[in-house]
């Protein structure tokens, strides 16, 4: 994933391409696929995705849990937004 987003920097001569991902990546891929610094590509994940949704007041309540019903209205705007991208297709 991380060398196929590199390969869109690239093409498109972008500044940077960004990986976000609820999930922390494997130690065993991490050593497998090292990111280089030339490769243009961030990845956001886990541990540190949560800290800047924290932060940002993103999904969450007032005393810091996380908002359910938030995330659950993103899902169901997710589909409508997909759907909306397929009629753009056909």
């Known amino acids: 994933m991380?060398?196929?987003m590199a390969g869109c920097?690239?093409?498109?001569?972008?500044?940077?391409?960004l990986i976000?991902?609820?999930?922390?990546?494997?130690?065993?891929?991490?050593?497998?696929q090292p990111i280089?610094?030339?490769l243009r590509v961030r990845i956001i994940e886990?541990?540190?995705l949560a800290k800047m949704v924290k932060c940002s007041g993103i999904g969450?309540?007032?005393?810091?849990?996380?908002d359910y019903a938030y995330f659950a209205e993103?899902?169901?705007?997710?589909s409508h937004f997909l759907l909306f991208l397929a009629s753009?297709?056909?």
């Open 2 to 4: 991380i060398h196929e």
């Open 9 to 17: 920097v690239l093409d498109r001569d972008a500044e940077l391409g």
């Open 20 to 32: 976000i991902s609820p999930f922390n990546s494997s130690q065993l891929r991490a050593k497998k």
């Open 36 to 38: 280089d610094p030339k």
């Open 46 to 48: 886990g541990t540190d």
């Open 60 to 66: 969450v309540r007032p005393k810091g849990e996380v």
């Open 74 to 78: 993103m899902e169901a705007r997710s």
């Open 88 to 90: 753009l297709q056909a």
